[in-house]
């Protein structure tokens, strides 16, 4: 058998050792600060998986490692839901439940009907491997199920994964028009989920073309194309929005230029001291006064207009006395609110984002965020030590 190594079998190795690596980095953070990364990272690295299957088909090797014969249905399987669960946990602000385990279904199903088959020796699974290799079609068959005929699952998947995103555009144009206002985070996820699901789509389409003119092996290529750079591409936006990573901008940033702009700074004259002094006072009464830190998704400029003060003035007067922008001024009135209620003994049956839509946060990693930076600590953890002291 002779073995094949070409622009496209590297293309795919490329592919795979890149989205092992970022899929780790993903689930590291997913873990440690932004768990509803965590179905992202599982399909990042099941798709990256699969890819290493296609890998070894493309360049024969499976010869040699007849161990993944049929193993890439079951990675395409894992990932199928991922991205689904990826966007219901950002867009309904939870994590796992028990029934999420439900996805798991189609995978149990291949399982089953393929299992006496991805039990079999490497030397039975070669020879069945040496009969299909070179005809996609067969390939494409899995005809070797115990419980359902040939054509099924290739079919089944196709039709499972159009439905999931199906689901996930319903679930974005829904969040979208949820939100009147998208912060700059927010922005850059739904631009994130419509190139997500455009790479989905090539992902899953070409198989119903099969149907009426397009042959078997080109849709093989579109498909393992669009995988391989989705792969590459999703990989290289998420170090690139760092939102996406960490669940809030990066805040390492370059210090030296952020001490260059401060030494730049203007010297305030006292008139203009005094004048934004009282701008302060003005802010201070309307914002805690008419609660507006409480409005989800409330800006400055919605602020300037309810208190009648130009942006402008609300800016440098915040920098100035608070050394604070907008965002970090109006979270840290949230912060406080929530810690307030707390000590009053409120809230005690409260989840934690229940409390973070009370305190005028719109999901929970930005509620969490927004603690972890004014008090070093997350709010659950703050209410558990609160009530055991």
């Known amino acids: 058998m002779e073995i094949s190594f070409d622009s496209i079998t590297f293309a795919h190795l490329a592919a795979v050792i890149v989205g092992v690596v970022s899929s780790a980095v993903i689930l590291y953070f997913g873990f440690k600060t932004n ?6 990272g599982i399909g990042q690295l099941s798709i990256s998986l699969g890819i290493f299957v296609s890998f070894s088909l493309v360049s024969q090797l499976i010869v040699y490692w007849p161990f993944l014969y049929r193993l890439g249905n079951v990675f395409v399987l894992i990932f199928i839901p991922m991205p689904y669960l990826y966007t219901i946990f950002h867009t309904k602000n939870r994590l796992w439940r028990w029934y ?23 030397a ?172 989800i998704g409330y800006t400055i400029n919605d602020f300037s207009k309810d208190i009648h003060i130009p942006v402008y003035q609300i800016s440098k007067s915040l920098n100035t006395f608070k050394g604070l922008g907008f965002l970090d001024y109006i979270n840290q009135k949230r912060v406080q609110y929530c810690v307030d209620k707390i000590e009053k003994g409120e809230w005690t049956n409260y989840k934690i984002e229940a409390i973070a839509t009370e305190c005028g ?29």
């Open 361 to 389: 946060f719109n999901n929970r990693n930005s509620f969490t965020n927004a603690f972890k930076k004014f008090l070093g600590t997350s709010p659950s953890e703050y209410r558990e030590n609160f009530y055991k002291s």
């Open 100 to 122: 999420d385990m439900l996805h798991a279904i189609p995978l149990l199903i291949y399982l089953v009907d393929y299992w006496d088959v991805l039990s079999l020796s490497s």
């Open 124 to 295: 039975q699974k070669t020879e069945l491997i040496l009969l299909e290799i070179n005809d996609l079609d067969l390939l494409g068959k899995f005809s070797q199920g115990r419980f359902i005929g040939p054509g099924f699952h290739q079919e089944f998947r196709t039709v499972l994964f159009s439905l999931y995103w199906v689901a996930q555009v319903v679930i974005l144009v829904r969040w979208v028009k949820g939100h009147s206002i998208l912060t700059h985070e927010n922005k850059v996820w739904k631009n994130w989920m419509i190139f997500f699901l455009f790479c989905q789509f090539f992902m899953w389409f070409p198989f119903y073309l099969t149907v009426f003119w397009l042959d078997k092996l080109t849709t093989y290529h579109i498909v393992n194309s669009f995988s391989v750079g989705w792969v590459m591409l999703s990989s290289a936006s998420l170090f690139f929005f760092p939102s996406l990573l960490y669940g809030r901008p990066y805040e390492g940033g370059n210090r030296i230029s952020k001490f260059t702009k401060a030494l730049k700074k203007a010297p305030i004259s006292d008139a203009e001291g005094k004048k934004l002094e009282d701008v302060m006072q003005m802010i201070e009464s309307g914002m805690v006064e008419n609660r507006f830190f409480l409005n």
């Open 35 to 40: 768990p509803v990364n965590q179905p992202l």
